[in-house]
């Protein structure tokens, strides 16, 4: 294993995420482009809504990257060598759109317990400020869970709009990545991302997340996949690796998982998100 240095791992230790972490080619980060654009020309819609997650499930590629050798280097230096794979999601943002994600945590809604657990973001394009890059707010991840908001916002990429009030911008630290680099960050820590002001579109391919198999889901039910090591705990329905891109066994795979994330997401809510 390579793994993160050890200036890498203060620094995600000390301000709650580590970036930027070489990963793939830019070889790679197109072929994931041209994997997404494929499915969005000859599968309309199949991409949309709550069908943007488990998509490592309806795509061989997209499974190939969750085993990325240097990425599970990298989490296996945060979480330990015994990891699955329990999500992944697309955040794409449109040139002329208003597509936004509030200020957030990951770990305020997704139900994994203990905070073993790290999100992957991997820059299928460039991401800057320009066009909509991910913000943190160092060091955060050390503080308890805060006070969400639900707003629904019609443009927020968040399912429920959830969002941190008034976190000022000028203390957040953009994440910076040219397509292929991915950063990693902590459950708890603060973030969000605002509009791609650019003319070409920002494509985040996210793994969220990667889970010591210590962690349980405590509010429902996810279906996983080994990534690394061994899992001792059981806590998880597996899913079935993906042979072909939409196959009919692929689409049911997802649709599955999708279901019971969606309870997931929503739980306590008294309304629904397009997300």
Not at 14 to 27: D, E, F, M, Q, R
Not at 101 to 106: E, I, L, P, Y
Not at 233 to 257: C, D, I, R, W
């Amino acid at each position: 294993m390579t793994g993160l240095t050890e200036e890498q791992l203060n620094h995600y230790k000390n301000k709650g995420y580590v970036s930027p972490v070489s990963a793939l080619t830019s070889i790679e980060a197109k072929e994931i482009r041209d994997e997404i654009e494929k499915i969005e020309k000859d599968w309309p819609g199949a991409l949309e809504g709550i069908n943007r997650n488990y998509i490592h499930l309806i795509s061989p590629i997209f499974n190939k990257v969750c085993l990325n050798k240097n990425i599970l280097d990298a989490v296996e230096s945060i979480i330990g060598k015994n990891i699955l794979i329990c999500g992944t999601t697309l955040f794409i943002k449109n040139p002329n759109e208003r597509g936004f994600v509030s200020f957030h945590q990951d770990a305020k809604y997704i139900g994994l317990e203990p905070h073993n657990w790290v999100t992957v973001w991997v820059a299928v394009t460039d991401a800057n400020e320009k066009n909509g890059c991910m913000r943190m707010l160092p060091g955060s991840h050390k503080e308890d869970l805060k006070t969400h908001k639900q707003k629904f916002d019609e443009n927020n990429l968040l399912t429920r709009g959830q969002t941190i009030t008034n976190v000022q911008l000028d203390r957040t630290d953009p994440i910076i990545l040219k397509a292929g680099q991915v950063s990693l960050h902590h459950p708890k820590i603060v973030h969000g991302s605002g509009l791609n002001q650019s003319n070409d579109r920002r494509i985040g391919f996210v793994i969220q997340s990667y889970i010591g198999t210590n962690v349980n889901q405590v509010i429902g039910k996810m279906y996983v996949q080994i990534a690394r090591g061994e899992d001792k705990y059981k806590y998880h329905e597996y899913s079935q690796t993906p042979f072909e891109l939409m196959g009919k066994n692929e689409v049911t795979s997802q649709n599955k998982a999708n279901e019971e994330l969606s309870k997931i997401f929503y739980s306590g809510s008294k309304k629904i998100g397009k997300f």
